[in-house]
């Protein structure tokens, strides 16, 4: 059994409320407060930088618990204990567990996921828990429980019809997760969410470059903390984002072990960057010709993909594989693939928020399915090509399903 199977086509559905959720983990006597915590959000980014937080804590030898959506192959991924999935047995155990409760409170897929996990985690009995927001900050189940460090990786247009039509607004909900009396890690220097931590009170603010910095010479970077210096940290995930995404996550985990008393190596965080994976984040598949898969699927993280692909490949045209989500800006993130490519080839995914063959233009190549759609890029690629799958995670996780 798998979890999203309750819910049919509920599986998306969103209603701003913790209390539902403070309900049901009252009536499991409360897990989520039975080890700390350490909550991320973010635009984009913030799948990357918990997956480089719980490198680095599981290699100081922290039994760590990973809460993060969406999968990309199976369900089984949005729980994770010292990075391995919950098995099938388990997760039916947990689904029968909190079903009653799913129903009692009417809870959302998002929502019972979370609990879920907080269950899972407290009966494993992890040292600390990774927790990704789903959506937003302020009312996602997740800001049920009082992290030890609270990290945002960034803020850009994306869920506006939620979250808010401005950078202000979305920064607004999403430092919901920061406390006034816990460490807040920002990733960018975004004024939006300073102001919005300021304005909230928070205590003790970091972002780059003030609280921490880095600096980036090819495919190393040289990264700071207070008296702290961590030379030739080189990530595994490809993409100069990704350098970010490692300096937030180290300095999350340097307040974290400020708190509680953990001696930090340099060589264990050095090992867990550089050892990190995380599927569809610029995921290099194949050489000839090249085929990158990436779960990019906002303006922001869009633009930053295609910019990324140019440095690595400078002197090859894009044949673009696009499929996204009906409640994106996908207009907008279509013409952009559009101008930066040789040729798109659209599909859809079987979602029910997926765009279908309706949505796109007339005289766009579409194939039902990404299978198919690879088969005509692989057709019409030459040497001179590199092929990019992109525009969303369950895209992804199609095409990693053709040959898994």
């Not at 970077?221 to 595994?236: C, V």
């Amino acid at each position: 059994m798998k979890l999203y199977k309750l819910f049919n086509k509920k599986v998306f559905h969103i209603e701003p409320d913790l209390e539902r959720v403070k309900k049901a983990l009252k009536e499991l006597s409360n897990p989520h407060n039975d080890y700390p915590s350490i909550l991320i959000s973010g635009t984009n980014g913030k799948g990357s930088t918990a997956a480089f937080l719980e490198s680095i804590l599981r290699r100081h030898n922290l039994k760590t618990g990973l809460f993060t959506s969406p999968h990309v192959i199976e369900e089984n991924e949005r729980w994770r204990i010292n990075r391995e999935n919950i098995n099938d047995e388990e997760l039916e155990e947990y689904i029968k567990l909190i079903k009653p409760l799913i129903k009692k409170y009417n809870l959302t897929y998002f929502e019972a996921s979370a609990v879920l996990a907080f269950k899972y985690f407290s009966d494993k009995k992890v040292d600390i828990a990774v927790l990704e927001v789903g959506l937003g900050g302020r009312w996602d189940a997740t800001n049920v429980v009082y992290p030890e460090v609270s990290i945002i990786t960034n803020v850009s247009l994306d869920h506006t019809h939620i979250l808010g039509d401005t950078t202000y607004k979305i920064a607004s909900e999403k430092i919901g997760i920061a406390r006034k009396d816990r460490p807040l890690v920002i990733g960018e220097e975004q004024m939006e969410l300073i102001t919005q931590a300021v304005l909230k009170g928070v205590r003790e603010i970091y972002h780059y470059p003030i609280g921490f910095t880095y600096h980036v010479e090819k495919d190393k970077m040289r990264y700071t903390f207070k008296d702290l210096k961590i030379y030739d940290l080189k990530p595994s995930l490809l993409g100069k984002r990704q350098f970010s995404n490692t300096a937030t996550a180290i300095t999350g985990f340097l307040l974290y072990s400020e708190r509680k008393g953990i001696k930090v190596e340099t060589e264990k965080i050095k090992k867990a960057v550089s050892s990190t994976f995380l599927p569809a984040r610029m995921q290099i598949l194949s050489d000839n010709p090249p085929v990158i898969l990436d779960g990019a699927h906002n303006e922001d993280a869009i633009i930053k993909t295609l910019e990324e692909i140019k440095l690595l490949y400078p002197e090859k045209k894009i044949i673009s594989i696009y499929g996204g989500m009906k409640d994106k800006d996908w207009k907008k993130i279509f013409r952009i693939i559009e101008y930066n490519s040789k040729k798109v080839i659209t599909t859809t995914i079987p979602v029910s928020r997926a765009l279908s063959s309706s949505d796109f233009p007339e005289g766009v190549t579409f194939f039902d399915n990404v299978k198919d759609a690879f088969y005509h890029a692989k057709k019409i690629s030459s040497n001179e090509d590199i092929i990019l799958i992109t525009g969303s995670l369950y895209l992804a996780g199609e095409f990693l399903k053709i040959d898994s």
